[in-house]
């Protein structure tokens, strides 16, 4: 394990120090005069190296060639090796052999890879393992003084949200970058259209309904020598303490698109209505299969937001925004009504602008902070769930004063998992 080089460290530090220096009031922050020329090597570490984690590492690497995969961690040995596999398979002749530099001394594996990946002398890491373990993750990563993608959820309880919240300040006075996995927030469609919708295309906005139904995602059988936190660990969707539930998990792509559209404000209550019919068994754990969900703004403005991971079933993954002067459809990015309008330009891979924007900002000196509205997105699920469960109207204050703890503070193989217990509405406390 090598040191950075005092050079490249510098270039890092002084464009983290710069930043700092500016108040930050939007979520790109624009450097008086502290551009660095930013074509030297960074490295990067990766936690959770699954399906995201590789797409992740593949977008970074091809955001600058001189990005460089120094650090892989995951639980599990196997999910390592093949997201090296996929990451090199799918970026041949587009990255070079180079920027692979992962070492077998460099690869860890289990619980405590998080620690050893952030000691390992990298300046970005990648955090795309379950939600559950994001909030130590942020917190130690931004401790070391390093810029950070984080996946979303960023939390799947109120105290580990809190925990978030409290690290993305401790980013904003350090410098540091913070870009959420958010990926809609990234797209140019939804950019332009957002953007139309803020200045009144369709005048105020009365309702949004947002779906993500869609249908069942995979599962891994109890293998014999896995303990039951590892089945658990490898089966995290379905465990609301890892996952969140899959309007967290999943559905919070809709949710933070309606906050975003709102001009990031945020609803003052939930009601639900949610359970499981399909996936009931054993291997499905505690989550639900469905939520429809009605938040409430203080302006009046309501949202409806459907999910649902049901086979067999229609399937719709879009926003439906209506004005009083006109309507719009997010996935097709028009507009219809008094100002009518359609997207027509180019619409770039949206995980790959995530990368592109968040080196540009580490390499420039500028920083991205999109700390407030992970966190505040997060929350919008987490609400939308504690309602769901309770079969109660949960009102945003009271959600951010629960108490419920789901994630263990440490969390080990050997270990009995958090008992998973169903929620029935109406017999389920509000904690
Ligand atoms: N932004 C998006 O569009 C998008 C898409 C898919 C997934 N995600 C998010 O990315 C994250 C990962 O999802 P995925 O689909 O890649 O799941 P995955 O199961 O494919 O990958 C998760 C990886 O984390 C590993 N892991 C489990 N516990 C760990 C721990 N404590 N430390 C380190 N590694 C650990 C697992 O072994 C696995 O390899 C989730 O937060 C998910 O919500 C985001």
């Given at each position: 394990?090598?040191?950075?080089?005092?050079?490249?460290?510098?270039?890092?530090?002084k464009?983290?120090?710069?930043?700092?220096?500016?108040?930050?009031?939007?979520?790109?922050?624009?450097?008086?005069?502290?551009v660095?020329?930013?074509?030297?090597?960074?490295?990067?570490?990766?936690?959770?190296?699954?399906?995201?984690?590789?797409?992740?590492?593949?977008?970074?690497?091809r955001?600058?060639?001189?990005?460089?995969?120094?650090?892989?961690g995951?639980?599990?040995?196997?999910?390592?090796?093949?997201?090296?596999?996929?990451?090199?398979e799918?970026?041949k002749?587009?990255?070079?052999?180079?920027?692979?530099?992962?070492?077998?001394?460099?690869?860890?594996?289990?619980?405590?890879?998080?620690?050893?990946?952030?000691?390992?002398?990298?300046?970005?890491?990648?955090?795309?393992?379950?939600?559950?373990?994001r909030?130590?993750?942020?917190?130690?990563?931004?401790?070391?003084?390093?810029?950070?993608?984080?996946?979303?959820?960023?939390?799947?309880?109120v105290?580990?949200?809190?925990?978030v919240?409290a690290?993305c300040?401790?980013?904003?006075e350090?410098?540091?970058?913070?870009?959420?996995?958010?990926?809609?927030?990234?797209?140019?469609g939804?950019?332009a259209?957002?953007?139309?919708?803020?200045?009144?295309a369709?005048?105020?906005?009365?309702?949004?309904?947002?779906?993500?139904?869609?249908?069942?995602?995979?599962?891994?059988?109890?293998?014999?020598?896995?303990?039951?936190?590892?089945?658990?660990?490898?089966?995290?969707l379905?465990?609301?303490w890892?996952?969140?539930?899959l309007?967290?998990?999943?559905?919070i792509?809709?949710?933070?698109?309606?906050?975003?559209?709102?001009g990031?404000?945020?609803?003052?209550?939930?009601t639900?209505?949610?359970?499981?019919?399909?996936?009931?068994?054993?291997?499905?754990g505690?989550?639900?299969?469905?939520f429809?969900?009605?938040?409430?703004?203080?302006?009046g403005?309501?949202?409806?937001?459907?999910?649902?991971q049901?086979?067999?079933?229609?399937?719709?993954?879009?926003?439906?925004?209506?004005?009083?002067?006109?309507?719009?459809?997010?996935?097709?990015?028009?507009?219809?009504?008094?100002?009518?309008?359609?997207?027509?330009?180019?619409?770039?891979?949206?995980?790959?602008?995530?990368m592109d924007?968040?080196?540009?900002?580490?390499?420039s000196?500028?920083?991205?902070?999109?700390g407030?509205?992970?966190?505040?997105?997060?929350?919008?699920?987490?609400?939308g769930?504690?309602?769901?469960?309770?079969?109660?109207?949960?009102?945003?204050?009271?959600?951010?004063?629960?108490?419920?703890?789901l994630?263990?503070d440490?969390?080990?193989?050997?270990?009995t998992?958090?008992?998973?217990?169903?929620?029935i509405?109406?017999?389920?406390?509000?904690?």
């Open positions: 394990m090598s040191n950075p080089t005092p050079t490249r460290r510098s270039f890092l530090k464009a983290s120090l710069a930043a700092a220096a500016v108040p930050v009031s939007g979520s790109v922050v624009q450097l008086a005069g502290a660095h020329q930013g074509g030297e090597k960074l490295k990067l570490g990766v936690v959770g190296f699954g399906g995201r984690g590789t797409g992740a590492v593949i977008n970074a690497l955001a600058h060639p001189e990005n460089v995969l120094y650090a892989a995951d639980a599990f040995a196997d999910r390592i090796e093949l997201g090296l596999y996929e990451a090199k799918n970026t002749g587009v990255v070079r052999d180079e920027q692979f530099d992962v070492p077998a001394e460099r690869r860890f594996v289990g619980l405590d890879a998080l620690d050893h990946v952030l000691a390992s002398g990298i300046d970005a890491v990648i955090l795309a393992s379950p939600p559950a373990f909030p130590e993750q942020i917190e130690k990563a931004v401790g070391k003084g390093l810029h950070v993608f984080a996946e979303k959820p960023v939390a799947t309880d105290a580990g949200l809190r925990r919240q690290a300040k401790m980013a904003r350090k410098g540091l970058t913070v870009v959420s996995g958010l990926v809609y927030r990234y797209h140019a939804r950019r259209l957002v953007q139309r919708l803020q200045e009144g369709v005048g105020d906005v009365l309702a949004i309904q947002g779906d993500y139904v869609t249908g069942e995602l995979w599962s891994f059988p109890k293998a014999h020598e896995w303990t039951e936190m590892q089945w658990q660990l490898r089966n995290w379905y465990h609301t890892l996952s969140g539930d309007i967290a998990e999943q559905h792509h809709t949710l933070d698109m309606m906050a975003w559209i709102k990031d404000t945020y609803p003052i209550a939930a639900s209505l949610g359970g499981r019919q399909k996936r009931t068994g054993e291997q499905f505690n989550v639900f299969d469905h429809a969900t009605v938040y409430e703004w203080e302006d403005t309501r949202g409806f937001a459907y999910c649902r049901q086979d067999g079933c229609a399937k719709s993954v879009n926003e439906f925004v209506m004005g009083t002067e006109g309507r719009a459809n997010v996935f097709l990015h028009t507009i219809t009504g008094k100002n009518p309008w359609r997207h027509e330009g180019k619409v770039p891979d949206a995980y790959q602008v995530e924007e968040m080196f540009a900002a580490i390499r000196g500028k920083r991205i902070d999109n407030d509205y992970m966190c505040n997105s997060t929350m919008m699920a987490l609400m769930r504690m309602a769901g469960y309770t079969g109660q109207r949960i009102t945003r204050e009271q959600a951010w004063n629960s108490a419920e703890v994630v263990p440490k969390v080990r193989f050997e270990d998992p958090p008992k998973g217990v169903v929620a509405p109406g017999i389920t406390k509000f904690a």
